[in-house]
């Protein structure tokens, strides 16, 4: 069990990455109760962006300390752009229709996104090396690299943020009031739809966070890493309570920690070495989820909504 | 979702227009189906007049089916064109008088079932007389009834399992599933004990850490591989089994290090194993890892860069660019400017539809000079590709009773400054 502090910093950081992009599907849902799963793609798109801003307009040999700031910037443009855009081109033509149109609209978008990607962006049909930071330092047992102390660091900025912003800013307080109720909140004067594009301009902007950290962490990105990335950060906000921006983030974090610990130890387990390793972390993931909606089906910090399922 | 269910405005108007417009669409629906019945009969009978014919014009299809997108491209793409090559070849040296070739390539995405329906389409297509693939030994496995049932001949460059030729209890009592699958690479059974054998004898490696993808191919190797170490002194270290598409192996990394292994044995495809290198050399844990021909690719070193300095990977065959015989393949592949790898598996698959090529002509031949009809040419080229014997571009080919290749050599690769070199030729009959 000596390596326990090193895999519970291994899933903490994973758990960050989930928390990130899971906070775009709960701030959307929270809003307009709709699930984008498109939203994995908008990661995608948000770390090709980065990888853009790189290899086509940087100099060589440009310093990583200049450069992640920049990539930071071009990856948050795409993701934005594209989150904006979906919304604006895809979702709100179907804002009154039955709610299965805007779920399978999504699921195109995502092939859509994912196509456009492989067939247009040069070299993405299999792996583009990005740029990575992999110099390492030890805290006591536990190695860490720069990418995840930038990934720690960007989760606690932009969460954050995220929470003085929807509790003091006249916008943050008008999205709350739209999620409430949005016919009342337009009734009140505030312009739902502008706060419906800022709900997903920042879900998108998190993704690119996301997407930014994952790249400098494995070093290298293609066009499917948003299917399961954005797949495990939807469990992660059912799991959080899918409407609650803590509960995404604490969603995430237990979910990483959940798949690290289980891949690591459960084949130690007498009797269990068939059900352990790395190719089962996923099932003990879902396990837990499980376990969670039977016995919070409001997830673990979501609230119990009479008119909401 | 809430509770009060929204109608969307001016819904109940539209009943009206609805059935109107069910009118039309019927009419639509009938004037398509009318329109697309003529148009497959048309193609039917043209495909029919391809086939049966036996006037000089004949053109004889070669089906073709690999990863040629997503997981897996790069070699995929490499026996696309690798087949492309030897049906050019063909061609132009008119091999088969009075016949013409040409190839149907079909992408199978690294899926079995996407592979299935792949070998489907290819036995529905009358002029198809044999198909050259697939890459994946799983895939493979998919697709062997297909072609057994057509009594179509399938020749894999590259799947490596022996369950695919030897049957389920190879180790014990052997016997051929399928007559019409053939294979012009090596199996597991003499990679995984040559990787062994390398390691233990060439490396030095005492403790070994095995990973695989769960794969037919992969945790066949992984399998073969744990037993041969074991049976030559080392010990095995630990062993695990990762998700194809995974991307986060922090857990599996930290396993490996504090396992003590001095070495990582991983059975699957590079798509995995470039980024299991790439994350236990950040982690500062600087052992090489080995692999099987799956890995043996250009697009490896490029996503793992300085991390898989120092990588292993056996692979069949000996190395595409020291066979005299291929430099005219390759200098073809290069002028063409064709994509993907040509390495691995480019030369094997330009024996394969040779191997086709020349049992077509050896049937014509033994026809009097005439095609049989199509439904007796496909079983008559899978008894002529049998009797294969000829010098092809990577040495003898020639089949064994169960359509396995004669030609049982193979080549461990190391990288060294950022490029694949061949550290080890042999063949390995243990």
Redo the contacts between chains.
Sequence with gaps: M??LP??LA??L??GSMYGLIAIGYTMVYGIV?LINFAHGEIFMTGAFGALTVYVYILPDGTSMWAAVPLMLIGGGIVSVLVAVGAERFAYRPLR????LAPLITAIGLSLTLQELV?NFYPGA???R?FP?L?A?HSIGSV?I?DADIFLVCAAIVCMSSLAWFVRKSRTGRAMQATAQDPDTAQLMGIDTNRIIVVAFAIGGFFAAVAALS?GLK???IDY??GF??GLKAFTAAVMGGIGNIYGAMLGGVVLGIA??LA??YI?NIPGMQQLG???W??VWAFVLLILVLLFRPQGLLGERV???? | ??????L??GRKCLRKGLIVRKRSLVILTSVLTTGALTLTACGSRDNGNKSGGSSSGTTLTIGVDAPL??EN??TGLGIQYGVQIAVDDANKNNWVPGVKFKVKALDDKAQPATGQSNATALVGDASVVGAVGPLNSGVAQSMQQVFNSANMVEISPSNTNPTLTQGKDWQTNKSRPYKTYFRTATTDALQGSFAADYAWNGLKKKKAFVVDD?QTYGAGLAGIFNGAFKKLGGSIAG?????T????????V??I??SGADMVYYGGQY?ES??IT??LK???VNIPLMGGDGMYAT?YI??A?QAAEGDLATSVGVPADTLPAAKSFIATYKSKGYKGDYGAYGAYSYDAATAIIKAVKAVKDANGGKLPASDQLRSKVVDAVQKSDFDGITGKVSFDQYGDTQNKQLTVYQVKGGKWVAVKTGTFNG
């Design positions: 000596h390596t090193q895999q291994n899933g950081l994973l109760q009154q229709a039955p709610r492989r049909d299999k792996s090396a990575s992999d390492t190695d690299t994952y494995y070093g290298n499917r890493m399961l990335m798949e690290t891949s690591a084949s390793g790395q190719s972390a996923n009479a008119d909401r399922a | 979702m809430r509770g009060t269910h929204r969307p405005p997108s997503g491209s790069t769960k062993t695990d089994h990762v998700n598409g995974d991307t986060d192996f922090s857990s599996l930290t396993k290090k504090a798509d470039e980024k790439k994350q950040g982690a500062k697009t490029q996503t860069g």
